[in-house]
């Protein structure tokens, strides 16, 4: 079992930036995928970027690429999501994703809500215009 618990989410005006954070609880660590999805109110629930296993591998939603950057450290059991250049349209609650990857799979990379098997309960994020 992980448990995974976000920070980071507030208040910012467009232009400006935070940096999200996900812990995860456990020893496997290292041997998870993870990703970042958000859920704006009233809208579906929106692939924003993924890791794999080994950090080697990244992928990032049209949208946010050049302005967000995922990274993760084994070492602390912590992925964070830089995100500046934040726009209105990034306001939404933000929450990280993690799934355990067979030996071998290290750079695999998950989009689908449903590759996902532990999810954290969220950071809101909301950016003023």
């Known amino acids: 079992q992980v448990q995974l618990v976000e920070s980071g989410g507030g208040l910012v005006q467009a232009g400006g930036s935070l940096r999200l954070s996900c812990a995860a609880s456990?020893?496997?660590?290292?041997?998870?995928?993870m990703g970042w999805f958000r859920q704006a109110p009233g809208k579906e629930r929106e692939f924003v970027v993924a890791?794999?296993?080994?950090?080697?591998?990244?992928d990032y939603v049209p949208s946010v690429k050049g302005r967000f950057t995922i990274s993760r450290d084994n070492t602390k059991n912590t992925i964070f999501l830089q995100m500046n250049g934040l726009k209105p349209e990034d306001t939404a609650v933000y929450r990280c994703?993690?799934?355990?990857?067979?030996?071998?799979?290290?750079?695999?990379?998950?989009?689908?809500?449903?590759?996902?098997?532990?999810w954290g309960q969220g950071t809101q994020v909301t950016v003023s215009s």
């Open positions: 890791i794999s296993q080994n950090g080697a591998s990244t």
């Open positions: 994703a993690a799934t355990p990857v067979l030996p071998g799979s290290g750079g695999t990379l998950y989009f689908r809500p449903s590759a996902y098997t532990y």
């Open positions: 456990g020893r496997t660590f290292s041997t998870y995928a």
